[in-house]
């Protein structure tokens, strides 16, 4: 048995409104399918259930906004009797633009907490409670054995007025460049905050890597080229076996590696923001397979319709601003992740090369990973191994 929980799929995200349920009761459910649709400040998430069984019985209602941890179902069968969706995050709280209107958040008190139906509390005091609109799962209860009594409801409602003027505020409507932005701002702010970064810079040599990938699409019909920044995507992932130390998260005080290597891709929204959704298994994908990867990919970001694994599942984060003649980027971590790589745009410049100076084809990378996990040496031999990758482009 295991209960379905209201998923964080962000850093900061602290509730959910749930859009509409896939499943019924009696359904039988298998690991990773799409249950639920979820609206978040990343737009509507298609929610996976992560085991198998078969729904016993659904708790939630669609448009019910829920707090993170939140009961929405329960799943008979399960393997895992804790919860059936993943507990921790691993993705920046930054998303993409719901294709839906956004719904303005009508008051505080309408989330739910988690478990309120196990809310210790007399009868009484949930009569009160539901005749004042006062949240249970906010009420300190100081009966016997801190069971919640109606005097305790009276008492949270005469709070009520130091909440007023931030519910007010919240009522306001929002529409979704509010919403992207107010996510990416909390994503950043405690990445600064929390993450002592620290920056390395190269320069790499894309000649010889350019020179092959052009005599391969020549080769190809215009649909089937590779795009030079899929042969970028897929070395950085490699790239990750030779120093796995940046790859994976930092979580509860201490570093967590993964084994597997879920590159996120920063993607440009076209009404501002961005998102990053994890490509699952990036080093294990072939050049053509990351390319219909991507070509998937960035319509749903932008539509808002991801996956919520590949909202929390990316190990590191790639970001790409060449194609705006950016030459160098300078990128912030997203919490809880190690590090994010920048790329520029590629440029022909005059380059020295046994003592001979010629024109190359040259592409600034950066680097910014979190001190507490690793140190410079760490970063350089990352780049380095980049570098020789990028080299050998043959082994891609």
Same mark, same amino acid.
């Given at each position: 048995?295991? +209960? ?60 019910? =906004? ?16 804790? #919860? ?24 505080? #008190?309408?989330?739910? #907490? ?42 949270? =409602? ?75 995507? =897929? ?9 796995? +130390? ?80 950016? +030459? ?24 020295? +090369? ?43």
């Amino acid at each position: 048995m295991a +209960e379905f929980l209201m998923p964080s799929l962000g850093a900061d995200m602290t509730a959910g409104t749930l859009v509409a349920w896939k499943i019924k009761p009696g359904d039988t459910v298998a690991r990773g399918q799409v249950v639920a649709e979820v609206e978040t400040d990343k737009g509507v998430i298609d929610v996976e259930c992560f085991d198998a069984g078969v729904v016993e019985k659904i708790v939630a209602a669609p448009g019910e =906004k829920l707090a993170v941890g939140a009961l929405m179902a329960v799943i008979d069968g399960a393997t895992d009797t804790a #919860s059936s969706v993943r507990p921790l995050p691993q993705q920046p709280d930054i998303g993409a633009l719901s294709a839906q209107p956004p719904s303005p958040i009508t008051s505080t #008190s309408n989330i739910r #907490s988690p478990g309120p139906d196990r809310v210790k509390a007399t009868p009484l005091a949930r009569k009160r409670a539901a005749e004042l609109g006062v949240d249970l799962g906010r009420v300190k209860g100081t009966g016997a054995g801190g069971v919640i009594e109606a005097n305790d409801v009276e008492q949270a =409602k005469n709070v009520v007025p130091a909440t007023t003027a931030l519910d007010a505020t919240l009522a306001q409507p929002e529409d979704g460049r509010d919403r992207m932005r107010r996510a990416i701002a909390a994503a950043m702010s405690k990445s600064k905050q929390e993450i002592p970064h620290y920056y390395l810079q190269t320069t790499i040599d894309m000649t010889q890597a350019l020179a092959r990938l052009e005599a391969e699409n020549l080769k190809r019909t215009l649909p089937n080229r590779i795009l030079p920044a899929v042969l970028l995507l =897929k070395a950085l992932a490699l790239t990750l076996r030779d120093v796995p +130390e940046l790859n994976g998260s930092w979580i509860d005080g201490r570093v967590r590696l993964s084994e597997r290597i879920h590159v996120g891709l920063a993607i440009a929204m076209r009404g501002g923001g961005l998102v990053a959704p994890a490509i699952h298994d990036t080093d294990r994908k072939s050049l053509d397979e990351l390319m219909k990867e991507i070509h998937d990919l960035i319509p749903r970001a932008r539509a808002g319709r991801l996956r919520s694994s590949e909202m929390t599942d990316a190990t590191v984060t790639l970001t790409n601003l060449g194609d705006l003649g950016v +030459e160098t980027v300078y990128g912030v971590i997203y919490p809880p992740q190690l590090a994010i790589v920048g790329l520029g745009k590629i440029v022909k410049r005059p380059w020295v +090369e046994n003592d001979s100076v010629c024109v190359r084809s040259l592409l600034n990378v950066t680097l910014a990973a979190d001190h507490r996990a690793t140190d410079g040496r760490i970063g350089a031999k990352f780049l380095d191994a980049l570098d020789r990758r990028l080299r050998s482009p043959e082994q891609l």
